[in-house]
């Protein structure tokens, strides 16, 4: 999938759309994408002026939203609900990310039915592995969003 493909398929934007391209996509089991991490990305002004490194809740959410693609959508239901991040666990951050690297994001599902969705993922950059855990995905209502 290129980005207009991808755009078609998750809810999120620049500057917060965090995957660029998908290479492997087989839906409701695994999936493999790119975030090419440039130094221009509005995050990096603050984190940390002259030692960019990319936050880990961001290396995270680019998994979050890979996920999101693998989650296969009943084309034909009303759109009611929302997948949302429930939990992250065990998740490691083994090297820190900076401007020029290449994320190649893994997530595979490992639990799903009902209303979670659980996923093993894996980040590396040139083949070396900067971060990996797990993350919990749960359906709300989008009502409940303005019913608080």
Do not use: W
């Not at 991808?6 to 839906?27: C, G, H, S, T, Y």
């Not at 940390?48 to 979050?64: D, H, K, N, R, Y």
């Not at 034909?76 to 929302?82: F, S, V």
Request: proline share 7%; with cysteine.
């Amino acid at each position: 999938m290129n980005i207009f493909e991808i755009n078609q398929k998750i809810a999120q934007r620049p500057p917060f759309q965090m995957i660029d391209r998908v290479i492997e996509l087989v839906p409701n089991e695994r999936a493999v994408g790119i975030k090419n991490v440039s130094v221009n990305e509005p995050f990096f002004m603050g984190h940390f002026p002259g030692t960019p490194v990319m936050p880990g809740v961001l290396i995270v959410e680019s998994c979050a939203q890979l996920c999101s693609l693998v989650i296969e959508k009943d084309e034909n239901a009303l759109d009611e609900n929302l997948y949302v991040l429930l939990k992250i666990d065990g998740f490691k951050f083994v090297k820190p990310v900076i401007p020029g690297d290449r994320l190649e994001i893994e997530v595979k599902k490992t639990r799903g039915g009902g209303v979670l969705v659980g996923f093993d993922a894996i980040v590396k950059v040139d083949g070396t592995v900067f971060a990996k855990g797990s993350l919990t995905f749960t359906t709300i209502p989008k009502t409940s969003l303005s019913e608080r």
